[in-house]
Structures are given as structure tokens and as C-alpha cells.
């Protein structure tokens, strides 16, 4: 069962600290700043993405840009807009940087030494919100979390219960929303992915961020 939920005040302000050492990250000679971070939001529900886009920097903020939209039509679908979602669920990365692009054009896959430099931050974020639930998006986010290098296909769709950073928690993952990507526009890719977006809208965590959206 995931732990009970550590007292707001003293989270809060820990929280903030984290983000405000995040904030001034440079450990990766080759990622491309600045780190994009949330606002230190307490929330039981703990989205992680791969790794920010060109645009996101700039903006300052996770999934801002045509990726950003795409997600946030999913999450809307099931009862939680953009806004409301951004305001009630921490949204981190396996990397904070913009890790660059390659020469044919696409973003650079980070490095396994830059995951690894960057870990100690998701450590630090798991430690302090002990979530209830993890939103794993892509695949890069996908073998973070449950360490599952499997197809997409095997790992989109159901729930797993799972010990992230030390945390047991319920992950759900999702493909990557990028518009360049086809899998979750044709089968079976279509069909896992409403699997997936049904099951995260019948998570008891889920429940109760609706609740609060009203």
C-alpha cells in the first residue's frame, strides 16, 4: 500500500527549497538550459515526462508546446483541463535540460550518465511527495520508472503496482504524445491508449483531483 502522506507545511517548504536548487542545475556540460521545473506543488499524483523540448525553456514551464497539447486533451478527456492540472500535479522529467538536437533533425536522446546525474532530483521529489500515483509519459520516462524496456504495447494500457525510488506507488504509463509519433494514432497504439486513460480516470487519486477541480 503507499505510505501515508508526509505533513504539507514541513513539504511545502522543503519542496521549495528543491526547486529553487533545481533551478540553478548545471551538472551536464551538453543539456541545454534553463532547467524547466514546476512550481513546488504538494500532490499525491506525480507526472514525469522524458525530457523538455526547444520551446519549453523559453515558456518556462513542462509540455508547453505542440507535445504539451496533445497530453492536455487527454487529461481534459477524463476531467481535468490544462490549467487545473498544472496547478494540482507536480510535473517533473528524467532530464530538466533541453538535451539538444541531433543532425537528422529529431531531440537528442540524454545520455545514460545524464539520467543518472539527474536521478538524485526525482529522488529527492519521490522522497518528499511519496505519491499515491506516478503519470510516466514516453518511454524514456517509462524505463525510469518501472526500469521495463519491454514494446510499447506491453507496457501501455494497465496499472502496475510498483516501487519507484523506494516508494511503492500505482504507475500508469502513457506514449509520449510528440506530434511527429504515430503509435497512439493506429492500432494497437489507439485502443491501449483509451485502455490507459480509463484506468487513470477510475485511480482513486485521479478521483480526488477531479473532486478538487470541481
Known amino acids: ?115 543518472a546525474a539527474c536521478s538524485r532530483w526525482m529522488q529527492r521529489e519521490i522522497d518528499l511527495l511519496r505519491p499515491q500515483l506516478v503519470i510516466a509519459v514516453g518511454r524514456l520516462a517509462i524505463v525510469q520508472v518501472l526500469g521495463d524496456t519491454r514494446p510499447l504495447t506491453d507496457v501501455i494500457g494497465e496499472p502496475r503496482s510498483a516501487t519507484v525510488f523506494g516508494h511503492e506507488c500505482d504507475v500508469i504509463a502513457l506514449p509520449h504524445p510528440s506530434g511527429v509519433s504515430a503509435w497512439f494514432k493506429t492500432e494497437p497504439g489507439k485502443t491501449l491508449l483509451a485502455r490507459a486513460l480509463a484506468n487513470l480516470a477510475g485511480h482513486a487519486a485521479w478521483a480526488e483531483l477531479r473532486k478538487s477541480v470541481g
Open 1 to 115: 500500500m503507499p505510505s501515508r502522506a508526509p505533513r504539507l507545511p514541513l513539504v511545502q517548504e522543503a519542496l521549495s527549497r528543491h526547486v529553487r536548487e533545481l533551478a540553478i542545475c548545471n551538472d551536464c556540460a551538453e543539456m541545454i538550459g534553463p532547467v524547466v521545473s514546476p512550481p513546488p506543488i504538494v500532490s499525491r499524483v506525480y507526472l514525469v515526462g522524458q525530457a523538455p523540448g526547444r520551446h519549453e525553456g523559453a515558456l518556462g514551464r513542462p509540455f508547453a508546446w505542440t507535445a504539451g497539447k496533445t497530453l492536455f486533451r487527454w487529461f481534459e478527456s477524463i476531467g481535468v483541463p490544462e490549467a487545473e492540472f498544472r496547478t494540482r500535479v507536480y510535473m517533473a522529467a528524467v532530464c530538466r535540460c533541453f538535451p539538444g538536437k541531433t543532425r537528422g533533425g529529431g531531440d537528442r536522446v540524454p545520455s545514460a550518465d545524464e539520467v
